[in-house]
DNA sequence: ACCTGAACACCGTTCAAGT
DNA sequence: ACCTGAACACCGTTCAAGT
C-alpha cells in the first residue's frame, strides 16, 4: 500500500486546475506585482504547470484580464440609499474609478474588453435606477451610462503609463510656452488648462456628464 | 582608388539613422501593418540595422508610438471657418476621432502618452476658440477641452481589440438576458442600451459634453 | 558620438504526444 | 477530456566593444 500524497510530501498538493482558481491567481498576482506580470507564462509558473494548460480554462490573454476585472468589480461596495440622486450618482461612479485606478493598466485593458459578468451588470443596474429616478428619459439614461462607465474607465486607464512623469511635463510645458500670437486662446488659459486636483476635476467631469446626459435628446 | 559605393551596390545607399527617419519608417509599418508590429526589432530591420541602435534617437517604445501619434495629428484638415460653433465644434472632434478610429491601438496608447507636439497645440487652440465663441466661461472650456478629446480618444481605443466580437456579443447577451425582477432597468432599456449607429452614439456623445461643459462652474 | 553584435530575460500560442 | 514538454516565432532593453 502507497504512502498517501499528504505523507509524501511538506508541501500543500498541487490543486486541480479550474477557471476559478486560475482567474484567483491572476488576481493574487495582479495585487503583488501589476498586470504587466499577470502573463500566461507567470501564471502557469505560479500553479506549477506550463502555459499550455491554462488553454483549456482561457481562451486567450485579452479573456483572462477580462476575467480579472469581473472579480474585481465584486469588491466596489453599493451606494447606501438616501440622499440626492445626483450626488449618489456621482458617489458610485467615484467608488467604480477609485477602484479601477488601484490598477490603472486593467483599465485600460477594461477599455476594449468589456466585462459582462453579474458584477458589471449590477453596476449599469444602478446607474439606470439613479437617472431614471432623476427623472432621465430612458433612451438617454441607457446612452448616459456608457457615457459615465466610458469617463471612468478612460481616467483611469490613462494613469497606466506607470511613470508619465515626462510626458505630463513635456506637455505642461508646451502649454506654458505656447506663443501668445499664434495661440492666444492656450497662452490665455494655460493656468486653468492645468489647474485643478484630480479629485476636483473627476467631480466636475461627472457632474458636467449628468447635466449633459440630462437636457440632450436621443435622436429620433 | 576604390569604386564609389554607388557603383558597388545596386540597392540604394543605407540611409543615415534619424530620429526624423526612424519616426517616418515606423508610420509606414503602422500603415501597412498597425501598431502591434510597430516594434524596435521590427523598426530596426526596417531600417537595416540593430535595434540598439534605435536607443540613440528614441528612449523607448512608447515614446516611439507618442512621436507617431504627433506625427498622424498633422493630418486631420483644419474646421473650414464660418457656421454655428457647436457644429463646428463638432465637425473638428469626429474628424480627429475618424484619424485615431484609424488606428485604435495608437489612441489606446494615446490614452497614456498624451501628445504635447504642435499639431495637437493647434487643435487644442481650436477647440478653445469655439468654445469661447460660444461665450463659455474660460475655465470651463479649459476643462472642456480636456473631456472632450477624452471622450474622442478612448471611443477610438475601444475599438482596439481587433476582433471584439466575442466580449460585445458576450455583453449584448446579457443585457438582453437580464432577469425583469433583479434587473428591472436594464431588462426594460435593453433596447436602448444597444441602439444606435456608432456614428449617432458619438454625435451625441459630443453634443451632451456640450452641453454640460457650457453649463457647469468649474469649483472656486 | 554613433553604431553594432550578442546576450539577458522574457512573451503568446500551438501541437503532437501522453494519461 | 485534460495535461504536458517542447517548439515556433517573436518581444524590450542593456552592454561591451568597435569605428
Given amino acids: 500500500m502507497a504512502a498517501s500524497p499528504r505523507s509524501r510530501r511538506e508541501r500543500p498538493a498541487k490543486p486541480a486546475l479550474t477557471r ?21 507564462r507567470r501564471l502557469a509558473q505560479e500553479l506549477d504547470t506550463g502555459p499550455a494548460s491554462l488553454y483549456v480554462y482561457v ?14 468589480l465584486g469588491s466596489v461596495a453599493p451606494v ?9 450618482l456621482e458617489k458610485v461612479l467615484t467608488a467604480y474609478t477609485a477602484m479601477l485606478l488601484e ?5 485600460r485593458s477594461a477599455l476594449t474588453a468589456w466585462p459582462s459578468g453579474p458584477n458589471y451588470l449590477r453596476l ?18 441607457a446612452w448616459g451610462v456608457d457615457l ?19 510626458e505630463w511635463r513635456a506637455l ?3 502649454l ?17 488648462l492645468l489647474a485643478g486636483t484630480p479629485e476636483a476635476r473627476l467631480s466636475w467631469a461627472f457632474r458636467t456628464l449628468i447635466n449633459g446626459i440630462e437636457r440632450t435628446a436621443v435622436p429620433d
Fill in 20 to 40: 476559478e482558481g486560475i482567474v484567483a491567481a491572476a488576481v493574487a498576482i495582479l495585487r503583488a506585482e501589476g498586470l504587466r506580470k499577470v502573463t500566461m
Fill in 59 to 72: 481562451r486567450n490573454t485579452d479573456e483572462l484580464h477580462a476575467a480579472v476585472l469581473d472579480e474585481l
Fill in 80 to 88: 447606501p440609499a438616501g440622499g440626492d440622486w445626483r450626488q449618489r
Fill in 103 to 107: 490598477h490603472p493598466s486593467l483599465a
Fill in 124 to 141: 449599469v443596474e444602478t446607474l439606470l435606477d439613479l437617472l431614471r429616478s432623476g427623472g432621465v428619459p430612458r433612451a438617454q439614461a
Fill in 148 to 166: 459615465l462607465l466610458q469617463h471612468a474607465t478612460a481616467t483611469a486607464a490613462e494613469h497606466a503609463g506607470e511613470d508619465t512623469p515626462g
Fill in 172 to 174: 505642461a510645458r508646451a
Fill in 176 to 192: 506654458r510656452e505656447a506663443p501668445s500670437d499664434t495661440h492666444p486662446h492656450i497662452a490665455a488659459s494655460a493656468d486653468a
